[in-house]
């Protein structure tokens, strides 16, 4: 009763990195450099694999959603983080809860994406006699659609619980972004059911499919040992080192976030864990996947001729 006597939130305030103008303008320039390096690199990534024939595999394939998911990511968080070191530090409540669903539903559907990209270097390397057959391309369209579908379906029940609690006062978020879990330190009402599902998405999300990455690297690297020759075994790590790279970087700043308890102490190192995956990752993740792939490289330089010609 005494909750619904109290004045309902009708924005929340976002705290930045600093106070301090000089800063501020600069941090604004990082990352507006951070996000227009994201959306060419992977806006390439998707180009490439749309028009080059030689990359419809389903290595590429999946690799182009997870360059789309990177574009939405970034999108969802920079553009308001720019504005916030621009002094407009607020956000309605209705922006927040939309970026909270799209901030969730990415983020949700990379951890997915990267097990199907683990078990299709799995298929490929430990079964490569098999894999057009297990790898074909309804199953990879049926693997894409599900990690965009079961993402989605998670984020809105996530969002759909959160739109429930009551926000009466204080409205400062301790962060840059609308987060589940600094949004349920303002809720005035319980949110025993918010941390249970939080809980069940943490096992589905994070450890199993953690585990199930692990589980085909363990495969992948079993079979590379028992390559007989050292070009071979190069050459056949080659092809998942990078992504290897990426899921490690992608898991260890996600459940810093998300699986750690968010206390008042681990705030700050929150923010910049948060730049890692909304910022950093997204930018270097066509350059971990491309720098080192022969293939990429030569459908790169086509689309650059073509460019080129085309401007002619």
């Given amino acids: 009763m005494a909750v619904s006597n109290q004045t309902m939130v009708t924005e929340f305030i976002l705290q930045g990195f600093s106070e301090s103008r000089p800063l501020q303008l600069a941090l604004f320039c990082i990352f507006f450099f951070l996000y227009i390096m994201a959306l060419a690199g992977n806006a390439l990534i998707v180009l490439a694999v ?7 595999t389903p290595m590429y394939f999946f690799l182009a959603n997870l360059a789309i998911l990177d574009i939405g990511c970034t999108t969802t968080v920079l553009p308001k983080l720019l504005e916030n070191l621009a002094d407009k530090k607020s956000i309605p409540y209705v922006g927040c809860m939309t970026q909270l669903y799209f901030l969730t539903w990415f983020l949700g559907a ?3 994406l990267f097990t199907a990209m683990a078990y299709d270097r799995y298929v490929a390397i ?7 057959t297990m790898m074909s391309r309804m199953v990879c369209i049926l693997l894409a659609g599900s990690v965009w579908a079961v993402s989605a379906i998670s ?3 996530h969002t759909g619980l959160m739109i429930q609690l009551t926000f009466c006062g204080p409205n400062k978020i301790e ?3 609308c987060e589940i879990p600094t949004l349920l330190l303002l809720s005035c009402t319980s949110t025993y059911l918010n941390n249970i599902t939080i809980v069940i998405a943490d096992i589905y999300f994070g450890v199993i499919n953690f585990v199930l990455t692990m589980v085909s690297y363990g495969f992948i690297i079993s079979s590379i040992l028992k390559i007989r020759t050292t070009e071979g075994k190069k050459k056949a790590f080659s ?8 899921v490690t970087i992608y898991y260890t700043t996600v459940i810093y976030t998300y699986i750690l308890p968010a206390t008042g102490s681990s705030m700050d190192n929150g923010k910049v864990v948060a730049v890692l995956y909304t910022a950093i990752s997204p930018t270097l993740n066509p350059l971990i996947y491309t720098l080192r792939n022969k293939d ?4 790169l330089k086509k689309i650059i001729f073509f460019i080129f010609l085309k401007g002619k």
Avoid: N, Q
């Fill in 239 to 246: 092809t998942c080192s990078s992504h290897l790279i990426v």
């Fill in 155 to 157: 984020s809105s029940v």
């Fill in 296 to 299: 990429f490289k030569t459908a």
């Fill in 175 to 177: 962060h840059f972004l």
């Fill in 50 to 56: 749309r028009l080059d024939s030689g990359l419809h």
């Fill in 126 to 132: 430990c079964h490569p006699l098999h894999y057009t």
């Fill in 110 to 112: 990379e951890l997915l």
